[in-house]
C-alpha cells in the first residue's frame, strides 16, 4: 500500500461548506496525484504535485485547490462544496520502481455533500 | 474524453474460463498499464507494458499492445472468483522534446468482471 493513508474516510457535508481532504504517505516519495472517480468516468485527474510547494492542475481542477507545504502530506481542498463534487476520492503516489511511473493509491474518501 | 476506452464494459464468466479485456486509447504513449480495483478499494498496480513491447506476462495476466492500433488487451487466464473486480487502462502519454510528463495517468472507464464460482 506503498505507506499511503487518507483522511477523513468518509465525509458527509452541506453544499457550501468547506472540505479538506489530506492524503499522508510515509515513505518520501517526490509525486502525488488526486483523482475523483465517478460511475462512467473512471479515475480523473484533479491536481497533482512534484515537489513541496510544486503543484498543477488535472483534468478536472475546477473547483479545488491543493497544498503541499511538506514531502508526506497533500491536501485537497473544496472552497464550496458542491453536489457535483459528491466522489470518491483517490490519492496516489509515484512510486520509482524497475517500471518508472507506477501509481500506488491510498483506500479512497467517500465524499457526500448534500 | 477518456484516453483510454475500454470494451466490454461488464464480463461475466465462469470459474475457469478467459477473460479477455479491450482499451483503446487516442495519442502516442510511453507506456500502458492495467489497474485492478476491488469493489470500495483502492486501484492495484498489475502490469506495465512499453510502448516498445508487444507482449508481457505475469503469472495469469498476458498483455499485449498494438501501437499501430492504438489499443491494448488484457487476457486472464483460468479465472478464479477472486479475480471478480474492476479493471482499468491507463495511458503515459508520450510528450514532446522537453517536456515533462510528470508521470501523469490518464484511465479509461474501466471493464467490470464477475467471475461465478
Known amino acids: 500500500d506503498a505507506g499511503i493513508t487518507q483522511s477523513p474516510r468518509h465525509k458527509v457535508t452541506e453544499t457550501g461548506t468547506p472540505v479538506t481532504l489530506r492524503c499522508h504517505q510515509t515513505?518520501?516519495?517526490?509525486?502525488m496525484y488526486w483523482y475523483r472517480q465517478d460511475p462512467g468516468h473512471g479515475l480523473r485527474l484533479i491536481h497533482y504535485?512534484?515537489?513541496?510547494?510544486?503543484?498543477d492542475k488535472g483534468e478536472v481542477s475546477d473547483g479545488y485547490s491543493v497544498s503541499r507545504s511538506k514531502t508526506e502530506d497533500f491536501l485537497l481542498t473544496l472552497e464550496s462544496a458542491t453536489s457535483s463534487q459528491t466522489s470518491v476520492y483517490f490519492c496516489?503516489?509515484?512510486?520509482?520502481?524497475?517500471?518508472?511511473?507506477?501509481?500506488?493509491f491510498g483506500p479512497g474518501t467517500r465524499l457526500t455533500v448534500l | 474524453s477518456q484516453q483510454g476506452e475500454e470494451d466490454p464494459q461488464a464480463l461475466s464468466i465462469q470459474e475457469g474460463e478467459n477473460a479477455t479485456m479491450n482499451c483503446s486509447y487516442k495519442?502516442?504513449?510511453?507506456?500502458l498499464q492495467w489497474y485492478r480495483q476491488n469493489s470500495g478499494r483502492g486501484l492495484v498496480h498489475l502490469i506495465l507494458?512499453?510502448?516498445?513491447?508487444r507482449e508481457k506476462h505475469s503469472g495469469r495476466l498476458r498483455v499485449t499492445l498494438d501501437t499501430s492500433k492504438k489499443s491494448s488487451s488484457l487476457l486472464i487466464t483460468a479465472s478464479r472468483a477472486a479475480d471478480t473486480a474492476s479493471y482499468f487502462c491507463?495511458?503515459?502519454?508520450?510528450?514532446?522534446?522537453?517536456?515533462?510528463?510528470?508521470?501523469?495517468?490518464?484511465f479509461g472507464q474501466g471493464t467490470i468482471l464477475t467471475v461465478h464460482p
Open positions: 496516489a503516489i509515484r512510486r520509482r520502481t524497475a517500471d518508472y511511473n507506477e501509481q500506488f
Open positions: 515513505e518520501n516519495h517526490r509525486y
Open positions: 504535485s512534484y515537489g513541496v510547494k510544486d503543484t
Open positions: 495519442t502516442s504513449i510511453n507506456n
Open positions: 507494458i512499453r510502448s516498445n513491447e
Open positions: 491507463a495511458t503515459d502519454a508520450k510528450i514532446n522534446a522537453g517536456g515533462t510528463s510528470y508521470g501523469k495517468l490518464t
